[in-house]
């Protein structure tokens, strides 16, 4: 079949008017073909929209306005002579927190019921005990010997481990026994760990109370021993 040619262009019309032979110069093909666009105009925002957009603003700025007045308002109401506090239902116990430390939601070992921690620095766990860790056979001071122990090569797993405390504790109504470990490390990345495991038993129940510091500091040291210490 013989092909019938128009003389149209298969796109129809050219959409813009061609531009002056002077102007042409310059333009590239598609322009010299379809024209030079025309710039689009400027399209008016409606005073209501205006007025709209600086009430958002003055929303916005009166909300965090209001938020630091909030925050301001609960710190100085805080009580400083009242420490914050956590609270484990599940354990029975109640320990203080230090200046700086916060309640985790999710406690990183299978098994806590809470911790707290001084984030990137170190953190305290707690958990009820169970027949698991043989106080009624061995004892607290062997029952903590062995927790901390486990505890050294699960959360340290340093190249060497030395013993720097050992001792009876009595912590409110409860009494038990109390063991730290030093963990050093042949690397030059890891700085020395800290790891205290308390285990507490009153009447038939008992707890087992972990801390962790990592870089071992004296500091971190006191504030461990405080959380443990004010153990209710």
């Known amino acids: 079949m013989e092909e019938q040619r128009t003389g ?3 796109y129809g019309d050219p959409a813009w008017a061609p531009p002056e032979p002077e102007q042409e110069e310059g333009l590239p093909p598609s322009a010299r073909v379809y024209g030079r666009p025309a710039p689009p105009s400027r399209v008016a925002v409606p005073a209501w929209a205006r007025r709209a957009a600086l009430l958002a603003v003055a929303v916005v700025a009166g909300t965090a306005l209001v938020a630091g007045l909030v925050a301001v308002i609960t710190n100085a109401v805080r009580s400083p002579e009242a420490p914050s506090a956590v609270a484990d239902t599940t354990a029975g ?3 203080p927190l230090p200046k700086g430390w916060t309640r985790g939601a999710i406690p990183p070992v299978t098994g806590f019921t809470s911790v707290a921690a001084l984030p990137d620095t170190a953190l305290v766990m ?3 005990g169970g027949a698991a860790d043989s106080v009624a056979v061995l004892g607290p001071r062997q029952a903590a010997i062995g927790l901390a122990d486990l505890y050294g090569r699960l959360l340290l797993r340093g190249d060497t ?3 720097v405390d050992d001792r009876w504790m009595s912590v409110g109504a409860y009494t ?6 030093r963990a050093t490390y042949t690397d030059v990345v890891n700085r020395p760990s800290y790891l205290r495991v308390t285990l507490l038993t009153k009447d038939d129940k008992s707890v087992i109370v972990v801390g962790l510091a990592q870089p071992d500091d004296p500091g971190r040291r006191a504030e461990i021993d405080a959380v443990v210490n004010g153990l209710r």
């Open 161 to 163: 481990m030395e013993v």
């Open 93 to 95: 116990v109640t320990y």
């Open 176 to 181: 038990g026994h109390s063991r730290a470990l």
């Open 8 to 10: 149209r262009r298969p």
């Open 126 to 128: 707690a958990r009820p």
